[in-house]
């Protein structure tokens, strides 16, 4: 047996808020669209990995999602650009990442890194 994909699943009244940060900024595709659920997702091999945390690393909180992009400068505009606050960083962090902390439309706390 393999696992072939994991997913988060997110509960939200709103699935089309997500829209906005997921597709518009981190430039993910739309994979699926039942009005009930939305899937976003990239065409492109990605790993499956699921991380279990009692702290977010350099005393921040432990966030929802973790989000590994190509460019962070350009995601860290990206957000800026469409009004998202960021809540941490970017930072530097001791274990080979740089990063930073942003709130999703749903509430949720997004950790976008990039390794160095």
Known sequence: MKVRRIVANIETQDAAAAKR???????????????WIVTYGSAEKMQVQV????QGGS???????SIEVDDLEAALQGMKAAGF???????DEPWGVRRFYVRDP????????SHR
């Open 51 to 54: 991380s279990f945390m009692v």
């Open 21 to 35: 940060f997921y597709q518009n900024v981190l430039g993910l595709d739309m994979l699926m669209d039942q009005g």
């Open 59 to 65: 005393g921040t909180p432990v966030p929802d999602l």
């Open 85 to 91: 606050a960021i809540e941490y960083g970017p930072a």
């Open 106 to 113: 749903l509430g949720r706390l997004v950790n976008i890194l």
